[in-house]
């Protein structure tokens, strides 16, 4: 059985970071990591979601905006 890889690429101010994880929860675990890191910056922290299941990518995506927004807030 062929297991979806997932990569996520974020450019933030410190330079481009590229994390590969076998699952959509782990990849986003490890995304949101990162991000915190730039909590009120989270905005400016660009990223891209890669998979072969574009439905599971854009979960990731979605999760990761709304992350950054709310990070922003808080």
Known sequence: MSETLFR????????????T???E??????????????ERESLTVGFSVDCADREAGRR?????????????LA
Do not use: I, Q
């Not at 986003?28 to 730039?38: H, Q």
């Not at 990731?60 to 922003?72: Q, R």
């Open 8 to 19: 996520v690429t974020l450019e933030t101010r410190d330079g481009r970071r590229a994390l």
């Open 21 to 23: 994880a076998p699952t």
């Open 25 to 38: 929860r782990e990849a986003a675990l490890m995304a949101e990591s990162v991000m915190r890191r730039y």
């Open 60 to 72: 990731v995506a979605f999760y990761l905006t709304d992350l950054a927004l709310e990070l922003v």
